[in-house]
């Protein structure tokens, strides 16, 4: 995307690899609010887009554009999504998606169509706010906003960060991860009282929800992970978490 119409080099350039969309006009503040996400270093990045009054803007007013090879816009492209709101945002959801599923019909030329389609985008699987502590869970619990978005849970200070404090990759039982109700003994310093512990093969994560509903939903939404075998493009992503700084 650029930040002027006139600008020569792009601000940023987002991988149609990893590059999701999803309407989130509750979040955003905006009844036709987009947030966009792909992967920048290895790390989520956030962009949240509004239409309004006849212009497509980001939330600190820059302008995106999509550029579509020739080759491409001859692909078959998926039955657009229909969602309420203008016009606008919508196209360019659609849009976003027909992009992936071009990208994803090249990378698996074997997949049909209803194989595909689900991948074109996806919903996070649950967010809001949690108390975290560090990794040696003496420091004081401190209240952050969560993404579960597929096997990545990310913190924020703000919703509308646009990077994650921190991530926890949430890999399959089979490989050493547990999802367990409360804390472990003699926990101290959290202001919740509904507490979860997610066990990975190096460290535990220690969370404290404020309501015991928000409690049972975030293990629910954890314990999905935990219970699908993980694909093999997971393991990489696993790795990498391993050996991040």
Same mark, same amino acid.
């Given at each position: 995307?650029?930040?002027?119409?006139?600008?020569?080099?792009?601000?940023?350039?987002?991988?149609?690899?990893?590059?999701?969309?999803?309407?989130?006009?509750?979040?955003?503040?905006?009844?036709? $609010?987009?947030?966009?996400?792909?992967?920048?270093?290895?790390?989520?990045?956030?962009?949240?887009?509004?239409?309004?009054?006849?212009?497509?803007?980001?939330?600190?007013?820059?302008?995106?554009?999509?550029?579509?090879?020739?080759?491409?816009?001859?692909?078959?492209?998926?039955?657009?999504?229909?969602?309420?709101?203008?016009?606008?945002?919508?196209?360019?959801?659609?849009?976003?998606?027909?992009?992936?599923?071009?990208?994803?019909?090249?990378?698996?030329?074997?997949?049909?169509?209803?194989?595909?389609?689900?991948?074109?985008?996806?919903? @996070?699987?649950?967010?809001? @706010?949690?108390?975290?502590? $560090?990794?040696?869970?003496?420091?004081?619990?401190?209240?952050?906003?969560?993404?579960?978005?597929?096997?990545?849970?990310? @913190?924020?200070?703000?919703?509308?960060?646009?990077?994650?404090?921190?991530?926890?990759?949430?890999?399959?039982?089979?490989?050493?991860?547990?999802?367990?109700?409360?804390?472990?003994?003699?926990?101290?310093?959290?202001?919740?009282?509904?507490?979860?512990?997610?066990?990975?093969?190096?460290?535990?994560?220690?969370?404290?929800?404020?309501?015991?509903?928000?409690?049972?939903?975030?293990?629910?939404?954890?314990?999905?992970?935990?219970?699908?075998?993980?694909?093999?493009?997971?393991?990489?992503?696993?790795?990498?978490?391993?050996?991040?700084?």
């Amino acid at each position: 995307y650029f930040n002027r119409n006139d600008a020569k080099e792009p601000k940023a350039v987002m991988k149609i690899e990893h590059l999701n969309a999803t309407f989130q006009p509750a979040k955003i503040g905006h009844p036709h $609010g987009l947030q966009v996400t792909y992967l920048k270093d290895n790390s989520t990045r956030n962009i949240f887009i509004y239409h309004e009054d006849g212009k497509t803007c980001l939330s600190y007013k820059i302008r995106i554009f999509i550029k579509i090879a020739p080759s491409e816009r001859k692909a078959s492209w998926p039955r657009p999504q229909q969602h309420q709101g203008h016009r606008e945002i919508v196209d360019w959801f659609n849009a976003l998606r027909a992009a992936r599923f071009h990208y994803l019909q090249v990378a698996f030329p074997g997949a049909g169509d209803a194989d595909l389609v689900p991948k074109l985008s996806r919903n @996070y699987l649950k967010e809001g @706010y949690m108390e975290k502590t $560090g990794p040696k869970q003496t420091e004081g619990f401190r209240k952050r906003w969560f993404t579960m978005d597929d096997r990545r849970l990310m @913190y924020f200070k703000d919703p509308l960060d646009a990077f994650a404090r921190g991530e926890v990759f949430i890999g399959s039982k089979e490989s050493g991860y547990t999802v367990l109700h409360g804390f472990p003994p003699s926990t101290q310093g959290h202001h919740w009282p509904h507490g979860i512990t997610i066990v990975t093969p190096d460290r535990k994560f220690l969370f404290a929800c404020e309501t015991e509903s928000d409690q049972r939903e975030w293990v629910a939404a954890f314990q999905k992970a935990v219970d699908r075998p993980m694909l093999p493009q997971e393991y990489a992503v696993e790795a990498h978490f391993k050996h991040k700084p």
